[in-house]
């Protein structure tokens, strides 16, 4: 049974800094695409930002998150980051992190198609005090 299971959310500041982790069981991710994704109250999930299995490890942000947020993967620990930093009362969400397979001709439109994913964590909460 594939599991991701995120953590490392909670309440900070405006102008803080918090790391998300996602752990992820049950099969490896290598060739996948890992992401990020956050839903705040009476919005819209929307994506944040992915990071794909490949020398370098090409990775897509959400346009308001740009200079603020690093993913980064580790295949070796089955695992998935998001360093947050500035953080603002706007970031403020359930943080979920998702993996599906990738291939070479998918675009960022595609990464964008929630239905594409195949597996989900069950979120964290990221709150941000301003």
């Known amino acids: 049974q594939v599991q991701l299971v995120e953590s490392g959310g909670g309440l900070v500041q405006a102008g803080g800094s918090l790391r998300l982790s996602c752990a992820y069981s049950?099969?490896?991710?290598?060739?996948?695409?890992l992401g990020w994704f956050r839903q705040a109250l009476g919005k819209e999930r929307e994506i944040v930002a992915i990071?794909?299995?490949?020398?370098?490890?090409?990775?897509y942000y959400l346009d308001s998150v740009k200079g603020r947020f690093t993913i980064s993967r580790d295949n070796a620990k089955n695992a998935v980051y998001l360093q947050m930093n500035s953080l603002s009362s706007d970031d403020t969400a359930v943080y979920y992190c998702?993996?599906?397979?990738?291939?070479?001709?998918?675009?960022?439109?595609?990464?964008?198609?929630?239905?594409?994913?195949?597996?989900w964590g069950q979120g964290t909460q990221v709150t941000v005090s301003s």
């Open positions: 998702a993996a599906m397979p990738d291939r070479a001709w998918y675009s960022r439109d595609y990464y964008e198609q929630q239905g594409a994913w195949h597996y």
């Open positions: 049950g099969r490896t991710f290598t060739g996948y695409v």
């Open positions: 990071i794909r299995d490949a020398v370098g490890g090409d990775t």
